[in-house]
T-cell receptor, first 109, second 115 residues
Framework: QKEVEQNSGPLSVPEGAIASLNCTYSDRGSQSFFWYRQYSGKSPELIMFIYSNGDKEDGRFTAQLNKASQYVSLLIRDSQPSDSATYLCAASGNTPLVFGKGTRLSVIA | GAGVSQTPSNKVTEKGKYVELRCDPISGHTALYWYRQSLGQGPEFLIYFQGTGAADDSGLPNDRFFAVRPEGSVSTLKIQRTERGDSAVYLC?????????????FGPGTRLLVL
């Protein structure tokens, strides 16, 4: 069973702080990793993707991948109340996307 | 350009009835995916199409679920003899191709409630 694990949260951070979201995956054949943001009652929207070990930065977001540890993370700098949402981690390899259950982030003003 | 669209946005039906859910992908996207999302869970893969053919239907829970994409564009997910446990949000996504590095773009979903 290919799984993606995330802490369901809620993760509460004060406005302006760094939010750190973590994800582990079981399938070593996974090659691509995606972070989606999902507001309540809405569909997932892509935040970032990462394929290679290391860090990838895009604005306030940094994705980190460590294939040896089967670990993916998403850092959100200068967190804003509008970042409050559920963040879904997904892995893709020889099988279609497998999603985690998501981590609920709450940014407190 | 237009994103993925799904109709209806909400569907209420009675146990045992048949339902069809429609997905219109982004123009030019050859890959189309169906997921089901229950409350508090991540999307769960059901089936995906590359063109007109179902490339992987391993996520369909049983033979009451079926999907088609006859012309390689619009897809319909069909559920026979609905059960209360089928209640969920059904999400459709599309991507330019089915490559592992392709980003999937999601539609707004159809919220299905089986009474």
């Amino acid at each position: 069973q290919k799984e993606v694990e995330q802490n369901s949260g809620p993760l509460s951070v004060p406005e302006g702080a760094i939010a750190s979201l973590n994800c582990t995956y079981s399938d070593r054949g996974s090659q691509s990793f995606f972070w989606y943001r999902q507001y309540s009652g809405k569909s997932p929207e892509l935040i970032m993707f990462i394929y290679s070990n290391g860090d990838k930065e895009d604005g306030r977001f940094t994705a980190q991948l460590n294939k040896a540890s089967q670990y993916v993370s998403l850092l959100i700098r200068d967190s804003q109340p509008s970042d409050s949402a559920t963040y879904l981690c997904a892995a893709s390899g020889n099988t279609p996307l497998v999603f985690g259950k998501g981590t609920r982030l709450s940014v407190i003003a | 350009g237009a994103g993925v669209s799904q109709t209806p946005s909400n569907k209420v039906t009675e146990k045992g009835k048949y339902v069809e859910l429609r997905c219109d992908p982004i123009s030019g996207h050859t890959a189309l995916y169906w997921y089901r999302q229950s409350l508090g869970q991540g999307p769960e893969f059901l089936i995906y199409f590359q063109g007109t053919g179902a490339a992987d239907d391993s996520g369909l829970p049983n033979d009451r679920f079926f999907a088609v994409r006859p012309e390689g564009s619009v897809s319909t997910l069909k559920i026979q003899r609905t059960e209360r446990g089928d209640s969920a949000v059904y999400l459709c996504a599309s991507s330019p191709t089915s490559g592992v590095q392709e980003t999937q773009y999601f539609g707004p979903g159809t919220r299905l409630l089986v009474l």
